[in-house]
């Protein structure tokens, strides 16, 4: 009896020794250092840069949810489709958009006033994907295919010339809609 | 001397394929009508595929017929002509004959009822270059007129020793369709004169005109007009099974050649290539009469008095063509197109299109209401009619679901929409509207993803310039800083000692410089930047603080080596070509046309030039890894 | 559907001529049962009623697992197996169209798992017994499970041919002796050979009126038959011939009524290939070594789990994209 | 790689402490538990076998006054390994016999019994202690499922005749159900079996341990 | 070391929100096999309470020494001595009981809710809350254990209780309800076999969906009420 004892005993501490060792080394080989996590929701994320969660960015509002530090909830331009991509990701739960964040719009375009423009440049230095060109003293444009409608270069200008449109759908934009199934389900008699 | 030789006849069945009723007797009776010229024609500038074509006129202007009222886009584009004489009276978004129902640029013309043409020179395309014809083209408004109005221009050349067979495609499988079929019968002559310019163009071996069993009248006519002319290529017309959708280029060219065209290919690319025998006819008239597309022979039957073929102008208004066919009462609805692939019309104010070969007014006899759409029991009657082999019911439930990842796995793009799913499903249901809501998903979903994909490397590229000028700025300082501690140091200098002593306070100063010209570079930039791209991981309340002191060159030193220094070396490459492209746009950008012209150019460079970045950074990326 | 039922008459008229009204009360008492469930399910999910009870996919259900009862089954088995398959089996897994598994088969096999004794009490077919029921007789043993005075249910109770095989080769008895035995006529059975006769020829119809596949009854049957067949060449005294496994049981019924639901099988032509041979082969194990007499409804569902499976690798290459395959072999 | 060798040694360490305290526990319980348990195994095994014997009919250890049995024999009884039969005494004198004995021939496969014998070849009882039989067809054999096997006592060789010892469907002397003859067919053969090896042993049954 | 509140959310989170049997769906094996009755149920929960219990104080109490890459080891270590000393306990103590869930006692290690709640929140709590979050998971996994044995026994079996005499001995025999006559030899098999369990499962989880989005439901309609009401004295 005392010797299944300690045979035991001798048999799981051998293999605790190794096990251990095994562990421990791979642990440290093996690592890996990057979090990929960041770049997955990052991918999520609109890339609108607009700054309404929060973070100065897209890529560090991300770090900060994949670091736990922030909800899913605070990116309006990503809207509710965002939220239930992020919350899938990471196995959360959905919530709808935090309000203090800001709301979900349709997706706009920033459309400078040419008339009004003083070429003052604060738009450009605001913008935060380089989509209005123009030089000192020079009328300023929105490269239309590049502005994501942050809305950050309304706030710097001096004179008001920055409107946000929202982007209306075209023929070209359009898309076919989801086919109303006809099924039309019995009303329950109250 | 006719030196055609013999083509070869077998026909090569493809998969699946439906017959509907046909419908063709009601408008194949009497020959093409001429349609007078309407008070006013709504001229749509989307008619290819492509970009929409830039309009070259104004309200007021007065146009001649086959005066180019627009000029293409891009390459993927068209031009748009003046259909006949008159005064521009609107250019601006106007219904246009599209699902949608939305409102497209459209050029409104008011006839002056002169119906008088533009000079017009004979174009010399017997000696002239590849490309250029291909500009006349475009710059002539041809492009498909079976209904997908790709351009033609794109369709010629490409091939480098010549072309195995061209098909014509004249199987109209549609049903009640007939304006090829009327076309051929009238016109065999000229069509035939079309397939020798093409064939010369091409260098295509052999030709072959499909044509389906139902129109031997027109299959005739081509017979004749192939024996007539004096060609010296193998040339012949095959008949064909009346199977829908024989008329589909990639069935049509297996039926004639064995050739799968799969999708994402260019059918070029495998030695075939395919145009619809109208297109044929305005490619000849293009090219020996100098005759822009501005009209094009459209079916309109079902519910009118008069169902026949009316030669019309493009932008005639729907209303038009259907007083001049005696519109019956009790049409509900006007398909434009046919049964099988065309769509409602959102009204009948709207402009004839280039893509228009039918209208269909539809009623309750003809078009029955379907019954309610039941659930799919996966019976697999629409896979036995897919012609594209597809498995139509599995990916109604992937587009049902949204699972549309699935769905392209499955080969969706592959779907050619032919509707003959949807036909002999018993469960009525409409597949290809699931197909089609798929597709538009897939594509908006591409579209913001490549969106996202440009704002994140721009705001990347951004936030690495504005860090590049900051340690600039700074490095400026600092040595400007111990430009004068060394001056000064050199007077107190005696001793190694001291001289070693001097160095290291000197080091010191230098530091301390440095420190605090970052924190002016800090504030300064502050000053003009909402957002501060240091303080990475700070959120936006904390940022708008200007960090103190301490904190900046700590910021600054540690937020370069925070980004992985092959990317920075990248982003460093395509920043100095933006930075160069930039300033020359700037420095054109007095007028405002000039800058907007410049930026657009300097915008594709670099594109480009990212694009190529990207691909090198990839490449270097891989190669270590593997 | 209306044609699938149409297809099934047949074997019913056989069916009852062999074992008697039974037959028809079990039919009837599973077509009530099921259209109610199938009602009350679509109401309780707010489906409209008239379009989905009026499709005649819950009758095809009722009549297939009727046909698989024993005609003698008390009349609440039936009831209770048609409730199941259609709320169990097809509407909780979201109505037509949605259902994993065959519901007749469900149904079938969940009674035939918690009441195996009810349901091998078969009668004997017409003529064998030695005493036999009467209609009023049969009604009174499915209604109130009471026989008339002087009735005994072991002398008009029989096993079926399946069962009889299987049991007696047990008792080591020889092939020859058990199909020497009166229950067996010609190929399969008394009455079980003209039942399953008839299933043929309803399948035949449904062939001829292109409502399936014919891949799916072909390769069931020949797979089930090339089983018996090795088997029974390589040791005739212990294993029947492959006539014997097509024309008795639900063989027939299955190949062309129950392998061939479009609901629950494959949709690729290989995939139906591979879905209606295994089905075959599970068939022979689960009859020959298996613990119920006949196999075809757990090989069903068995298969059933497996067709998104079989669908999933068998897709057929698409237009176009065959030339691709054998450009990038070559290549 | 100085810190992958550390890390090593450190989770070595780790485990093994962890090891050997919860290794010791786990020893500590058994070896506190052991004594209960083999008591209850033992109790289990007696109770058993007990059941197959008339209450208050002996006093001994049955799990003592064993008779193993060579392989040759067992196999007679149906058993595949050199099986037991256990004795019942009360104040010295025998009562009766438990033979294991094993049924090959169930619907799925092998029907496990004891069966308890009185010396003068009376049955005392029979259990079924393992099989596989269809639930709810063939399992009316297990004592826990009905009072089936209850009709064997008091039977013996003599009563019914060994030709009557089977099913009344094969027109023996004991009940079956409908449709369900198989597992109590190869039962009552195997008692019947149990009946005849105790008849012709019974000097080596019953005379020896006298 | 544990207050009130804390007492009540790691409860009502281990019972109801986080329910590791209908809401997170581990630890199958046992909920499917082990219940064919009430006794059978509740019995095996308990069990699962107790070595969930044990582990999570231990797990909780040893955390700190524990370096990460050998959490799993050391935690399937922990759980497999609280498992066995339970094992040869009931063996003991408890043997008839012990008979009956057999090998399910050892296969508690395997059980992925034990290891999942060590790993989720053990390892990051501390000893009375871990002891309390793992004793309420398996009070939440026993609950439905015991109603879904209680089920399925009423509907396989007609019986209640049965089986109660191998936890209080021979004398409760008597406190086996028969809902349905006991010479009847009543039994739908389709439900004591296995199917039976996922059957009932699914119906459990579809309840406790319910009742959630009723309570939901509920909850919404009183706060639009109360935002009414304030709307109302603000006008």
Same mark, same amino acid.
Request: net charge neutral; charged share 20%; hydrophobic share 45%.
């Given at each position: 009896?005392?010797?299944?004892?300690?045979?035991?005993?001798?048999?799981?501490?051998?293999?605790?020794?190794?096990?251990?060792?095994?562990?421990?080394?791979?642990?440290?080989?093996?690592?890996?250092?990057?979090?990929?996590?960041?770049?997955?929701?990052?991918?999520?994320?609109?890339?609108?840069?607009?700054?309404?969660?929060?973070?100065?960015?897209?890529?560090?509002?991300?770090?900060?949810?994949?670091?736990?530090?922030?909800?899913?909830?605070?990116?309006?331009?990503?809207?509710?489709?965002?939220?239930?991509?992020?919350?899938?990701?990471?196995?959360?739960?959905?919530?709808?958009?935090?309000?203090?964040?800001?709301?979900?719009?349709?997706?706009?375009?920033?459309?400078?006033?040419?008339?009004?423009?003083?070429?003052?440049?604060?738009?450009?230095?605001?913008?935060?994907?380089?989509?209005?060109?123009?030089?000192?003293?020079?009328?300023?444009?929105?490269?239309?295919?590049?502005?994501?409608?942050?809305?950050?270069?309304?706030?710097?200008?001096?004179?008001?010339?920055?409107?946000?449109?929202?982007?209306?759908?075209?023929?070209?934009?359009?898309?076919?809609?989801?086919?109303?199934?006809?099924?039309?389900?019995?009303?329950?008699?109250? | 001397?006719?030196?055609?030789?013999?083509?070869?006849?077998?026909?090569?069945?493809?998969?699946?394929?439906?017959?509907?009723?046909?419908?063709?007797?009601?408008?194949?009776?009497?020959?093409?009508?001429?349609?007078?010229?309407?008070?006013?024609?709504?001229?749509?500038?989307?008619?290819?595929?492509?970009?929409?074509?830039?309009?070259?006129?104004?309200?007021?202007?007065?146009?001649?017929?086959?005066?180019?009222?627009?000029?293409?886009?891009?390459?993927?584009?068209?031009?748009?002509?003046?259909?006949?004489?008159?005064?521009?009276?609107?250019?601006?978004?106007?219904?246009?004959?599209?699902?949608?129902?939305?409102?497209?640029?459209?050029?409104?013309?008011?006839?002056?009822?002169?119906?008088?043409?533009?000079?017009?020179?004979?174009?010399?395309?017997?000696?002239?270059?590849?490309?250029?014809?291909?500009?006349?083209?475009?710059?002539?408004?041809?492009?498909?007129?079976?209904?997908?109005?790709?351009?033609?221009?794109?369709?010629?050349?490409?091939?480098?020793?010549?072309?195995?067979?061209?098909?014509?495609?004249?199987?109209?499988?549609?049903?009640?369709?007939?304006?090829?079929?009327?076309?051929?019968?009238?016109?065999?002559?000229?069509?035939?004169?079309?397939?020798?310019?093409?064939?010369?163009?091409?260098?295509?071996?052999?030709?072959?005109?499909?044509?389906?069993?139902?129109?031997?009248?027109?299959?005739?006519?081509?017979?004749?007009?192939?024996?007539?002319?004096?060609?010296?290529?193998?040339?012949?017309?095959?008949?064909?099974?009346?199977?829908?959708?024989?008329?589909?280029?990639?069935?049509?060219?297996?039926?004639?050649?064995?050739?799968?065209?799969?999708?994402?290919?260019?059918?070029?690319?495998?030695?075939?290539?395919?145009?619809?025998?109208?297109?044929?006819?305005?490619?000849?008239?293009?090219?020996?009469?100098?005759?822009?597309?501005?009209?094009?022979?459209?079916?309109?039957?079902?519910?009118?008095?008069?169902?026949?073929?009316?030669?019309?102008?493009?932008?005639?208004?729907?209303?038009?063509?259907?007083?001049?066919?005696?519109?019956?009462?009790?049409?509900?609805?006007?398909?434009?197109?046919?049964?099988?692939?065309?769509?409602?019309?959102?009204?009948?104010?709207?402009?004839?299109?280039?893509?228009?070969?039918?209208?269909?007014?539809?009623?309750?006899?003809?078009?029955?209401?379907?019954?309610?759409?039941?659930?799919?029991?996966?019976?697999?009657?629409?896979?036995?009619?897919?012609?594209?082999?597809?498995?139509?019911?599995?990916?109604?439930?992937?587009?049902?679901?949204?699972?549309?990842?699935?769905?392209?796995?499955?080969?969706?793009?592959?779907?050619?929409?032919?509707?003959?799913?949807?036909?002999?499903?018993?469960?009525?249901?409409?597949?290809?509207?699931?197909?089609?809501?798929?597709?538009?998903?897939?594509?908006?979903?591409?579209?913001?993803?490549?969106?996202?994909?440009?704002?994140?490397?721009?705001?990347?590229?951004?936030?690495?310039?504005?860090?590049?000028?900051?340690?600039?700025?700074?490095?400026?300082?600092?040595?400007?800083?111990?430009?004068?501690?060394?001056?000064?140091?050199?007077?107190?200098?005696?001793?190694?000692?001291?001289?070693?002593?001097?160095?290291?306070?000197?080091?010191?100063?230098?530091?301390?410089?440095?420190?605090?010209?970052?924190?002016?570079?800090?504030?300064?930039?502050?000053?003009?930047?909402?957002?501060?791209?240091?303080?990475?991981?700070?959120?936006?309340?904390?940022?708008?603080?200007?960090?103190?002191?301490?904190?900046?060159?700590?910021?600054?030193?540690?937020?370069?080596?925070?980004?992985?220094?092959?990317?920075?070396?990248?982003?460093?490459?395509?920043?100095?070509?933006?930075?160069?492209?930039?300033?020359?746009?700037?420095?054109?950008?007095?007028?405002?046309?000039?800058?907007?012209?410049?930026?657009?150019?300097?915008?594709?460079?670099?594109?480009?030039?990212?694009?190529?970045?990207?691909?090198?950074?990839?490449?270097?990326?891989?190669?270590?890894?593997? | 559907?209306?044609?699938?039922?149409?297809?099934?008459?047949?074997?019913?008229?056989?069916?009852?001529?062999?074992?008697?009204?039974?037959?028809?009360?079990?039919?009837?008492?599973?077509?009530?049962?099921?259209?109610?469930?199938?009602?009350?399910?679509?109401?309780?999910?707010?489906?409209?009623?008239?379009?989905?009870?009026?499709?005649?996919?819950?009758?095809?259900?009722?009549?297939?697992?009727?046909?698989?009862?024993?005609?003698?089954?008390?009349?609440?088995?039936?009831?209770?197996?048609?409730?199941?398959?259609?709320?169990?089996?097809?509407?909780?897994?979201?109505?037509?169209?949605?259902?994993?598994?065959?519901?007749?088969?469900?149904?079938?096999?969940?009674?035939?798992?918690?009441?195996?004794?009810?349901?091998?009490?078969?009668?004997?077919?017409?003529?064998?017994?030695?005493?036999?029921?009467?209609?009023?007789?049969?009604?009174?043993?499915?209604?109130?499970?009471?026989?008339?005075?002087?009735?005994?249910?072991?002398?008009?109770?029989?096993?079926?041919?399946?069962?009889?095989?299987?049991?007696?080769?047990?008792?080591?008895?020889?092939?020859?002796?058990?199909?020497?035995?009166?229950?067996?006529?010609?190929?399969?059975?008394?009455?079980?050979?003209?039942?399953?006769?008839?299933?043929?020829?309803?399948?035949?119809?449904?062939?001829?009126?292109?409502?399936?596949?014919?891949?799916?009854?072909?390769?069931?049957?020949?797979?089930?038959?090339?089983?018996?067949?090795?088997?029974?060449?390589?040791?005739?005294?212990?294993?029947?011939?492959?006539?014997?496994?097509?024309?008795?049981?639900?063989?027939?019924?299955?190949?062309?009524?129950?392998?061939?639901?479009?609901?629950?099988?494959?949709?690729?032509?290989?995939?139906?290939?591979?879905?209606?041979?295994?089905?075959?082969?599970?068939?022979?194990?689960?009859?020959?070594?298996?613990?119920?007499?006949?196999?075809?409804?757990?090989?069903?569902?068995?298969?059933?789990?497996?067709?998104?499976?079989?669908?999933?690798?068998?897709?057929?290459?698409?237009?176009?994209?065959?030339?691709?395959?054998?450009?990038?072999?070559?290549? | 790689?100085?810190?992958?060798?550390?890390?090593?040694?450190?989770?070595?360490?780790?485990?093994?402490?962890?090891?050997?305290?919860?290794?010791?526990?786990?020893?500590?319980?058994?070896?506190?538990?052991?004594?209960?348990?083999?008591?209850?195994?033992?109790?289990?095994?007696?109770?058993?076998?007990?059941?197959?014997?008339?209450?208050?009919?002996?006093?001994?250890?049955?799990?003592?006054?064993?008779?193993?049995?060579?392989?040759?024999?067992?196999?007679?009884?149906?058993?595949?390994?050199?099986?037991?039969?256990?004795?019942?005494?009360?104040?010295?004198?025998?009562?009766?016999?438990?033979?294991?004995?094993?049924?090959? *021939? !169930?619907? &799925?496969?092998?029907?496990?019994?004891?069966?308890? %014998?009185? #010396?003068?070849?009376? $049955?005392?009882? +029979?259990?079924?202690?393992?099989?596989?039989?269809?639930?709810?067809?063939?399992?009316?054999?297990?004592?826990?499922?009905?009072?089936?096997?209850?009709?064997?006592?008091?039977?013996?060789?003599?009563?019914?005749?060994?030709?009557?010892?089977?099913?009344?469907? *094969? !027109?023996? &002397?004991?009940?079956?159900?409908?449709?369900?003859? %198989?597992? #109590?067919?190869?039962? $009552?053969?195997? +008692?019947?079996?149990?009946?005849?090896?105790?008849?012709?042993?019974?000097?080596?049954?019953?005379?020896?341990?006298? | 070391?544990?207050?009130?509140?804390?007492?009540?959310?790691?409860?009502?989170?281990?019972?109801?929100?986080?329910?590791?049997?209908?809401?997170?769906?581990?630890?199958?094996?046992?909920?499917?096999?082990?219940?064919?009755?009430?006794?059978?149920?509740?019995?095996?929960?308990?069990?699962?309470?107790?070595?969930?219990?044990?582990?999570?104080?231990?797990?909780?109490?040893?955390?700190?020494?524990?370096?990460?890459?050998?959490?799993?080891?050391?935690?399937?270590?922990?759980?497999?001595?609280?498992?066995?000393?339970?094992?040869?306990?009931?063996?003991?103590?408890?043997?008839?009981?012990?008979?009956?869930?057999?090998?399910?006692?050892?296969?508690?290690?395997?059980?992925?809710?034990?290891?999942?709640?060590?790993?989720?929140?053990?390892?990051?709590?501390?000893?009375?809350?871990?002891?309390?979050?793992?004793?309420?998971?398996?009070?939440?996994?026993?609950?439905?254990?015991?109603?879904?044995?209680?089920?399925?026994?009423?509907?396989?079996?007609?019986?209640?209780?049965?089986?109660?005499?191998?936890?209080?001995?021979?004398?409760?025999?008597?406190?086996?309800?028969?809902?349905?006559?006991?010479?009847?030899?009543?039994?739908?098999?389709?439900?004591?076999?296995?199917?039976?369990?996922?059957?009932?499962?699914?119906?459990?989880?579809?309840?406790?969906?319910?009742?959630?989005?009723?309570?939901?439901?509920?909850?919404?309609?009183?706060?639009?009420?109360?935002?009414?009401?304030?709307?109302?004295?603000?006008?």
């Amino acid at each position: 009896m005392l010797l299944a004892f300690v045979l035991a005993l001798g048999i799981m501490a051998a293999l605790a020794l190794l096990l251990g060792a095994v562990l421990g080394w791979a642990a440290i080989r093996y690592k890996v250092d990057e979090d990929p996590l960041v770049d997955k929701i990052d991918a999520i994320l609109p890339q609108t840069q607009c700054g309404q969660c929060g973070f100065p960015g897209c890529k560090p509002y991300a770090t900060a949810i994949a670091g736990d530090e922030a909800d899913i909830n605070r990116c309006p331009p990503g809207g509710e489709d965002g939220i239930r991509k992020l919350a899938d990701l990471l196995g959360k739960e959905f919530k709808p958009l935090n309000a203090e964040n800001g709301e979900e719009k349709p997706k706009s375009l920033a459309v400078v006033d040419e008339a009004v423009c003083i070429g003052c440049t604060l738009c450009v230095q605001a913008c935060p994907v380089d989509a209005i060109v123009g030089a000192a003293k020079h009328v300023h444009t929105v490269v239309s295919s590049e502005c994501t409608g942050c809305e950050l270069c309304v706030a710097p200008c001096p004179v008001d010339c920055i409107d946000i449109v929202p982007v209306g759908e075209t023929v070209t934009s359009w898309k076919w809609r989801y086919p109303v199934i006809p099924l039309t389900p019995v009303k329950v008699a109250a | 001397m006719n030196a055609r030789a013999e083509v070869s006849k077998v026909i090569f069945p493809f998969h699946g394929g439906v017959h509907p009723p046909e419908h063709k007797d009601e408008s194949s009776q009497t020959p093409i009508a001429a349609m007078p010229v309407p008070r006013q024609l709504v001229v749509p500038l989307h008619q290819s595929i492509g970009n929409i074509a830039k309009a070259l006129v104004a309200v007021g202007d007065t146009v001649l017929k086959g005066q180019m009222i627009a000029e293409a886009d891009g390459t993927v584009s068209a031009a748009v002509h003046a259909p006949t004489s008159g005064r521009v009276v609107a250019v601006g978004p106007t219904l246009v004959p599209h699902p949608s129902g939305l409102p497209e640029h459209c050029v409104t013309i008011e006839s002056d009822g002169e119906d008088r043409w533009i000079e017009r020179n004979r174009f010399d395309w017997r000696n002239a270059e590849g490309r250029i014809i291909r500009d006349y083209l475009r710059d002539m408004g041809v492009v498909g007129l079976g209904g997908a109005v790709f351009p033609s221009h794109l369709k010629i050349g490409g091939a480098r020793d010549g072309l195995d067979t061209l098909v014509i495609n004249a199987a109209e499988c549609e049903p009640y369709i007939t304006c090829d079929d009327l076309l051929m019968r009238e016109r065999a002559a000229q069509v035939v004169e079309g397939i020798k310019i093409v064939q010369h163009l091409l260098q295509a071996r052999q030709v072959l005109v499909g044509i389906e069993d139902n129109k031997p009248q027109a299959a005739q006519a081509m017979r004749e007009a192939l024996k007539n002319a004096a060609i010296n290529f193998p040339a012949d017309v095959v008949v064909v099974p009346t199977l829908y959708p024989s008329g589909g280029a990639k069935q049509l060219i297996k039926l004639l050649t064995n050739i799968e065209v799969p999708s994402g290919v260019r059918s070029t690319d495998l030695g075939v290539q395919c145009f619809n025998v109208a297109t044929i006819y305005t490619i000849y008239r293009a090219l020996e009469h100098a005759e822009p597309v501005i009209s094009r022979v459209v079916t309109i039957t079902g519910n009118v008095q008069r169902p026949g073929n009316v030669d019309a102008l493009i932008g005639t208004p729907i209303a038009d063509l259907l007083a001049f066919a005696g519109d019956k009462p009790g049409s509900q609805a006007y398909i434009y197109g046919g049964p099988m692939m065309g769509f409602e019309l959102p009204g009948t104010s709207l402009g004839l299109s280039k893509a228009g070969n039918c209208i269909i007014a539809k009623n309750g006899a003809l078009f029955p209401e379907k019954p309610v759409e039941m659930p799919c029991i996966r019976c697999g009657k629409c896979a036995d009619a897919c012609p594209a082999e597809l498995q139509p019911m599995d990916l109604y439930w992937f587009g049902k679901s949204k699972n549309f990842g699935k769905a392209q796995e499955r080969n969706l793009f592959d779907c050619i929409e032919c509707g003959a799913c949807a036909y002999v499903c018993p469960s009525n249901i409409q597949l290809v509207d699931y197909f089609r809501f798929s597709k538009s998903e897939i594509w908006a979903a591409e579209k913001a993803k490549k969106a996202a994909d440009q704002a994140r490397e721009r705001h990347e590229f951004r936030q690495f310039r504005e860090e590049r000028e900051k340690r600039e700025k700074a490095e400026r300082a600092a040595a400007k800083a111990a430009a004068r501690t060394e001056a000064s140091g050199g007077n107190v200098a005696e001793a190694a000692d001291a001289e070693r002593a001097a160095k290291i306070k000197a080091a010191m100063e230098r530091a301390a410089a440095k420190k605090v010209e970052a924190a002016a570079a800090q504030t300064a930039s502050d000053s003009v930047t909402p957002i501060d791209p240091d303080a990475v991981s700070v959120p936006m309340g904390q940022a708008a603080i200007a960090p103190t002191s301490n904190e900046a060159p700590q910021a600054v030193e540690s937020a370069a080596p925070a980004l992985d220094p092959e990317k920075a070396e990248r982003i460093r490459a395509a920043m100095e070509k933006r930075a160069a492209e930039k300033a020359a746009a700037e420095a054109m950008s007095p007028e405002e046309k000039a800058a907007k012209e410049a930026e657009k150019k300097a915008k594709i460079a670099a594109a480009m030039e990212r694009a190529a970045a990207k691909k090198a950074g990839q490449a270097a990326q891989q190669q270590p890894g593997e | 559907m209306l044609k699938v039922a149409a297809a099934l008459i047949p074997g019913i008229a056989t069916y009852t001529y062999f074992f008697g009204v039974g037959v028809l009360v079990q039919i009837g008492l599973a077509t009530v049962a099921a259209l109610a469930t199938e009602a009350f399910c679509l109401r309780l999910r707010n489906y409209p009623i008239k379009p989905f009870v009026t499709d005649g996919s819950a009758i095809v259900t009722a009549w297939l697992m009727a046909l698989s009862f024993p005609p003698l089954a008390p009349w609440w088995m039936i009831t209770l197996a048609a409730i199941m398959s259609i709320a169990l089996a097809k509407h909780m897994y979201g109505g037509l169209g949605q259902n994993t598994f065959n519901p007749a088969m469900v149904g079938f096999a969940i009674m035939i798992v918690s009441f195996p004794a009810q349901m091998s009490h078969w009668a004997a077919p017409l003529g064998l017994a030695p005493q036999s029921l009467d209609a009023a007789a049969q009604l009174q043993w499915i209604f109130t499970g009471h026989l008339p005075a002087g009735l005994n249910f072991d002398a008009v109770a029989s096993a079926t041919p399946l069962d009889t095989v299987k049991t007696q080769l047990m008792q080591h008895t020889n092939m020859l002796t058990i199909l020497h035995e009166k229950l067996f006529g010609g190929i399969g059975g008394i009455g079980t050979e003209w039942i399953t006769a008839a299933y043929l020829l309803g399948g035949l119809y449904l062939l001829q009126q292109k409502l399936i596949p014919w891949i799916v009854p072909v390769t069931f049957l020949a797979v089930l038959g090339g089983m018996a067949g090795i088997f029974w060449l390589v040791d005739p005294q212990h294993y029947t011939s492959p006539l014997f496994h097509w024309f008795s049981g639900a063989a027939m019924l299955g190949a062309f009524f129950i392998v061939t639901d479009p609901v629950t099988s494959p949709t690729t032509p290989l995939g139906r290939m591979i879905f209606a041979g295994l089905i075959g082969l599970l068939t022979y194990l689960i009859r020959v070594f298996g613990g119920y007499p006949d196999g075809v409804a757990f090989a069903v569902l068995i298969l059933n789990l497996a067709a998104p499976f079989i669908d999933q690798y068998t897709q057929p290459s698409v237009f176009g994209h065959k030339n691709r395959k054998k450009a990038g072999a070559k290549a | 790689m100085k810190s992958m060798v550390a890390n090593g040694v450190r989770g070595a360490l780790t485990l093994l402490v962890f090891t050997t305290l919860f290794t010791a526990l786990m020893a500590g319980t058994y070896a506190a538990t052991k004594s209960i348990v083999d008591k209850n195994t033992a109790d289990a095994e007696r109770a058993l076998i007990a059941q197959v014997l008339p209450a208050g009919s002996y006093d001994n250890n049955l799990l003592a006054d064993k008779l193993t049995l060579s392989l040759a024999d067992a196999r007679t009884l149906g058993n595949d390994e050199p099986s037991s039969i256990y004795l019942a005494k009360h104040a010295g004198k025998e009562t009766g016999a438990v033979v294991e004995t094993t049924a090959p *021939d !169930g619907y &799925a496969g092998r029907i496990k019994l004891l069966v308890g %014998i009185a #010396p003068d070849g009376r $049955v005392l009882g +029979v259990r079924v202690v393992q099989h596989k039989e269809t639930p709810g067809l063939g399992d009316y054999i297990d004592a826990a499922k009905s009072n089936w096997s209850e009709q064997f006592t008091g039977k013996s060789l003599g009563n019914p005749k060994l030709d009557g010892w089977k099913v009344k469907k *094969d !027109g023996g &002397a004991f009940d079956s159900n409908a449709g369900a003859t %198989i597992s #109590p067919r190869a039962v $009552v053969k195997a +008692v019947s079996k149990v009946l005849v090896y105790v008849s012709a042993h019974k000097a080596q049954v019953f005379g020896e341990a006298a | 070391m544990i207050t009130q509140t804390e007492v009540r959310s790691i409860s009502h989170n281990a019972v109801w929100k986080q329910n590791p049997t209908v809401v997170q769906i581990l630890g199958m094996c046992p909920t499917l096999a082990m219940t064919t009755t009430l006794v059978n149920g509740t019995s095996l929960g308990l069990a699962t309470a107790l070595v969930m219990a044990c582990s999570g104080g231990c797990v909780a109490l040893l955390r700190s020494f524990v370096p990460n890459e050998l959490r799993n080891p050391v935690f399937i270590l922990i759980i497999a001595a609280a498992v066995t000393i339970l094992d040869l306990a009931m063996n003991a103590y408890l043997h008839a009981l012990y008979n009956v869930l057999g090998i399910f006692i050892p296969l508690i290690v395997t059980n992925c809710i034990v290891l999942a709640r060590s790993e989720a929140f053990a390892s990051k709590n501390g000893v009375a809350q871990s002891t309390l979050d793992g004793f309420m998971m398996g009070i939440g996994g026993t609950v439905v254990l015991a109603v879904l044995g209680g089920l399925r026994e009423i509907i396989g079996k007609g019986t209640l209780f049965s089986g109660v005499d191998l936890v209080f001995g021979a004398a409760a025999k008597s406190w086996v309800l028969h809902l349905v006559p006991a010479d009847l030899n009543y039994q739908f098999l389709f439900v004591v076999l296995p199917p039976g369990a996922f059957i009932g499962l699914g119906f459990l989880v579809a309840g406790k969906a319910a009742l959630d989005r009723r309570a939901d439901a509920a909850r919404r309609r009183a706060e639009e009420a109360a935002a009414g009401g304030s709307e109302v004295q603000a006008a």
